[in-house]
């Protein structure tokens, strides 16, 4: 699936979380917290700055943490 978010976030297969499609299109991750409830379940990854602690952080200029945000067209398949 290709899409636009910025070009730090990551989603290669490291992470126990599970790759989820958003309905505008973009990817998240969601997290298993049986183990702790009050952690986030729906997070994003960045390579700069580790857990991003909503699904939609990064994924436009609008919702960036940082002023590092930079368009880049993800390809990234769904498991």
């Known amino acids: 699936m290709k899409f636009t978010a910025c070009e730090h976030l990551e989603f290669s297969n490291n992470y126990t979380a599970k790759k989820q499609v958003m309905g505008n299109g973009k990817i998240f991750w969601l997290r298993d917290v049986s183990h702790d409830p ?9 390579s700069k700055y ?3 602690n909503t ?9 960036a943490v940082c ?3 930079k368009d880049f067209e993800h390809d990234v398949s769904i498991d």
């Open 55 to 63: 699904p939609d952080q990064c994924c436009t200029k609008a919702n």
């Open 67 to 69: 002023s590092d945000y």
């Open 50 to 52: 580790g857990r991003l």
């Open 38 to 46: 009050s952690l986030p379940a729906m997070v994003q990854f960045c």
